[in-house]
């Protein structure tokens, strides 16, 4: 194959710009990114070697190696991972398709507007651009790579200029080879940041790379005074040199050792390297249980919930190894979807290495360990919550709308994780704008209250200004606010709480129980039989817009409403899922009426002159469309509304 030359796309070609004019301070990554890219290249040949051995081409010792060259100012970084073929080195490498280099850009661009801070591994670590942080050290970078079972070789060079080169090459062994052509600064004994100097590499991976699962190899060239028979240095002798092969990491599976004997810093730092996370972890769970199944589980709940956690193209799982041998990286099966941002691994001798996915699936063990990690990490949640709040409020802000999302897909699935979960939701107050449980709602609720009142809205200050609000305020009922479109969900999940129901402020009848609101609901239902015709000919005037038009006692100030029929779902529910296009997710939409507003009796003297009359059908409009935009909803026909509102205001 002759040599061609290809452009990247422009996206990744602004992150190398960012690259090559160093954006980063902290130039020494790339040296943790690209031994942690050889990594995981080895960890896709020792899987798939599992059930095709001749991909090994009986090389079975995984390795990565450094060399670096004082003299040609280079540093090699080689593996003999799963390597990569000409196809896969363009999608990998000369395109964003598998980089995450538009979300990088994004988040970069959003940082700069909003005067934020983000450090160097944050950036590079989050959105897995780690390949092109070579081009922070080096004025040119060199791939070759074949991929186990092919024969055919491939070359990839670029100078971060936008242009890449690819040709057909020979390379005796499966893997790559990355040749970093380094730039001025970063080689010779004068540079800060050395790095053709040995040690100073050797350092680095101990800092970063230590607990790598394969051994990663530098050769040392050693000076020696030779000794005597005696093994004593014979004076004045020339020094000899030899070559010696150390392996610059530990690879010490940390979760075999005994808890009480690793360290916080440890546990962290494990995290970081072993999962490409940049902050300490918000909890740490390490367990070790002998029994009808023998396991070892090290999980985390990293600091912040990754931006893509809800989109398809997240893969959550943990981590499988049998005797510290690894066999899966991301096992779907061992903790429930809800959990899906939990982090970590499970060594079980119970487990085979040579397990199939479809075996997995249906293993004994490893469902009997799902349950009780999951057990274990619900256990742990519910005690921050009672004796570190502050802390489990950090965790809510991250990961709550898993929980709730557990809740409803539970349901779903046939598997209720209601009891499971419940008390660990929390939800903002309109008692004092602070999170609260379900629980203590309830336990502050008046005694004569029957249900759990809660409102939905995008925010807190749009809920604060619905009319079906002020009454309840008035009254001081306490409201649980429902500000994330799965909210609604989770509590038509739950359906009750200590024997009593959830009820949405604007569906159906409030229920209230005290005097006041039973005389003024018998006042209602008087004018409602005064009004019939009135309400009839309304409901007639808005012909399909409302399943059912009524006066209420939910409103004071407020004019009209929108509710929703208590059997079917909310408005808002509908609005959250407007683009669903589902007739399942439609809210049966009621006008209510404030039978006390002056619009009210304008509708009556309207009424008067028939119910065919253009300004009472017009008036019928107008109010509708005043409830729709009191929920957020724009009228069906906005610029027929924006001009009688103009005609009213001439008037």
């Known amino acids: 194959m002759a040599k061609e ?41 020792h899987f798939e070697s599992l059930t ?33 073929n000409r196809k896969e080195v363009i999608e990998d490498i000369g395109t964003i398709a598998k980089s995450g280099t538009k979300a990088f850009l994004a988040k970069l661009k959003e940082a700069r507007e909003s005067d934020t801070e983000i450090t160097d591994k944050e950036m590079i670590g989050q959105f897995g651009v780690g390949f092109y942080s070579a081009f922070m050290v080096a004025d040119n970078v060199t791939i070759i790579t074949r991929k186990a079972g092919e024969t055919e070789a491939v070359r990839w060079e670029s100078a971060g200029d936008g242009k890449y080169s690819i040709e057909a090459c020979e390379k005796e062994k499966h893997g790559t080879t990355i040749i970093l052509t380094l730039s001025q600064g970063f080689y010779g004994e004068k540079s800060e940041e050395n790095y053709t100097d040995r040690y100073k590499l050797q350092e680095l991976v101990k800092k970063y790379s230590d607990y790598i699962r394969y051994p990663v190899k530098m050769n040392f060239v050693i000076e020696e005074t ?36 690793i360290k916080k810093e440890e546990y962290t730092d494990f995290f970081k390297h072993q999962f490409f996370e940049w902050e300490d ?25 990754p931006f893509n956690l809800y989109y398809s193209d997240y893969e959550p799982g943990i981590q499988l190894y049998s005797r510290h041998v690894f066999i899966m990286d991301k096992c779907k099966d061992l903790l ?66 898993s929980l709730k999302i557990g809740i409803y897909n539970s349901l779903v699935s046939g598997e209720n994780k209601v009891d499971q979960l419940k008390d660990l939701l929390l939800f903002t107050s309109s008692k004092d704008g602070k999170l609260c449980t379900i629980k203590e709602y309830c336990d502050r609720m008046p005694e004569n209250q029957k249900k759990i009142y809660y409102a939905s809205g995008k925010d807190k200050e749009t809920i604060d200004q619905m009319p079906q609000m002020e009454l309840l305020r008035d009254k001081g009922i306490e409201v649980l606010y429902m500000l994330d479109p799965v909210d609604e969900f989770a509590l038509e999940g739950i359906r009750e709480y200590a024997g009593k129901q959830f009820h949405s402020i604007s569906r159906g009848d409030l229920d209230l129980d005290d005097v006041e609101s039973q005389e003024a609901k018998k006042e209602t239902e008087t004018l409602s039989k005064t009004n019939e015709d009135l309400i009839k000919d309304i409901k007639e005037a808005l012909g399909d817009k409302v399943s059912d038009v009524k006066l209420t006692n939910r409103l004071k100030s407020g004019a009209v409403c929108l509710v929703a029929d208590e059997a079917g779902p909310s408005i808002a529910m509908e609005q959250a899922f407007a683009g669903a296009n589902n007739p399942m997710l439609k809210a049966k939409r009621i006008l209510e009426i404030n039978p006390h507003h002056d619009l009210f009796a304008r509708l009556q003297n309207l009424h008067t002159g028939g119910k065919d009359s253009a300004d009472f059908k017009e008036y019928c409009t107008m109010l509708y469309d005043q409830a729709l935009l009191i929920e957020g909803i724009l009228p069906d026909d906005l610029i027929a509304f924006a001009n009688k509102v103009a005609q009213l205001m001439a008037k």
């Open 52 to 84: 095709n051995n001749e991909l090994l081409e009986g090389d079975a010792n995984f390795e990565i190696h450094l060399v670096p060259d004082e003299q040609n100012h280079t540093l090699t970084i080689s593996d003999n991972g799963i390597g990569m």
């Open 336 to 401: 429930p979807d809800y959990l899906r941002f939990v982090k970590g691994l499970v060594d079980s001798p119970d487990l085979s290495l040579n397990i199939s996915r479809e075996l997995l699936q249906q293993s004994r063990e490893l469902k009997l360990i799902g349950r009780n990690l999951e057990k274990n990490i619900l256990k742990t949640l519910e005690r921050t919550l009672q004796k570190d709040r502050e802390k489990y409020e950090k965790f809510w802000a991250e990961y709550g709308k």
């Open 281 to 305: 972890p918000m909890e740490i769970f390490h367990t070790k249980v002998e029994g009808t199944v023998e396991y070892t589980a090290l999980l985390y709940i990293p600091a912040h919930a």
């Open 5 to 45: 030359t290809f452009e990247f796309q422009a996206e990744t070609q602004q992150l190398l710009d960012l690259m090559v004019h160093s954006i980063y301070t902290n130039h020494e990554i790339f040296l943790r990114e690209l031994i942690s890219n050889a990594s995981d290249a080895i960890d896709k040949l």
């Open 226 to 261: 030779p000794k005597d028979a005696d093994g004593k240095p014979i004076e004045g002798a020339e020094k000899t040199k030899r070559n010696e092969e150390r392996t610059l990491n530990s690879m010490q599976p940390l979760w075999t050792r005994n808890k009480s004997d």
